[in-house]
């Protein structure tokens, strides 16, 4: 029986129509300029209204490749902390991804503590949201999606390094997406400066001072464990550069400036 996750909040974080969501990618999209050939990225999860134009933004830059790997935190706490899908298709609006079952076949051989575990996918957004606009730029992409609800350091990063044996025994190009949003619900003046050091970090190919800087200064960077793994991956694999291609938080489209998200959209080659 293949193993097919549907769509869990289309029609709430993003259209459900494939026209009006095509439409909506396309609006974020940017065609122009010279495209980078990221080993990772870090991208935003809210819904497209509040975070849509900064997803687009870091995606416009990337030159995606076949195979992307999408790390995502665990919002609903179902399942595994450490939990893939191996096999099947993910549904969305435009259409269904294939798994990557080599890579993912690959990942778990290497590391183990890797659980194939659909539950912990089944309600959760944060890699869900992503997945419409690499179909959007790569119709032919393949998916790793992985779900975290470990903040241990040394699990990430065990996690991060597993990534990069994996990616380098496959031999061809492949984009760990991190998903996450950044600081929740401080006032905007706050957010930007919590978000700013958590950023420093990642800019700096930093993953345990990543860590260390959400834990010591109180940042709730929902996806900061998959974006610890991605960063130990990228490192592994090479990566000398990061970019921060665009940042917003929620209030520059919403006005409330008492409660908000911050969003960052980077790339690391």
């Known amino acids: 029986m293949t193993m097919v996750r549907e769509p869990a909040v289309a029609g709430r974080f993003y259209p459900s129509k494939p026209q009006q969501l095509s439409k909506e990618i396309d609006s974020f999209l940017s065609l122009d300029g010279e495209k980078t050939k990221a080993i990772g990225c870090v991208a935003p999860h809210a819904g497209y209204r509040y975070s849509g134009h900064v997803a687009g ?12 790997v999408v790390l995502g935190p665990n919002h609903t706490g179902r399942g595994h902390p450490l939990a893939i899908m191996k096999r099947g298709s993910w549904r969305t609006p435009l259409g269904a991804a294939s798994i990557d079952e080599q890579l993912a076949g690959q990942l778990t051989g290497i590391f183990p503590a890797i659980t194939e575990d659909a539950e912990a996918h089944r309600f959760e957004h944060a890699i869900e949201v992503e997945v419409p606009f690499l179909q959007k730029l790569r119709s032919d992409v393949v998916l790793v ?7 241990q350091l040394v699990i990430l990063e065990h996690l991060g390094k597993a990534l990069a044996h994996a990616v380098h025994a496959i031999g ?28 420093d970090r990642i800019l700096a190919l ?5 860590h ?31 970019e921060l291609v665009e940042y917003a938080t929620s209030g520059d489209i919403s006005g409330d400036l008492d409660h908000v998200v911050g969003y960052a959209g980077i790339a690391i080659s």
């Open 57 to 68: 933004s870091i995606f416009s830059k990337i030159e995606i490749p076949r195979r992307c």
């Open 145 to 151: 999606p992985i779900v975290i609800g470990t903040g």
């Open 172 to 199: 061809e190009p492949v984009l760990i997406v991190a998903s996450s949003d950044m600081n929740h619900y401080e006032n905007d003046a706050r957010t930007r400066i919590k978000d700013r050091k958590a950023i």
């Open 206 to 210: 930093d993953a345990r001072g990543l």
């Open 212 to 242: 260390e800087t959400i834990v010591k200064e109180s940042i709730s960077m929902c996806g900061f464990g998959p974006a610890v793994a991605m960063l130990t991956a990228a490192v592994k694999l090479g990566a000398k550069n990061a």
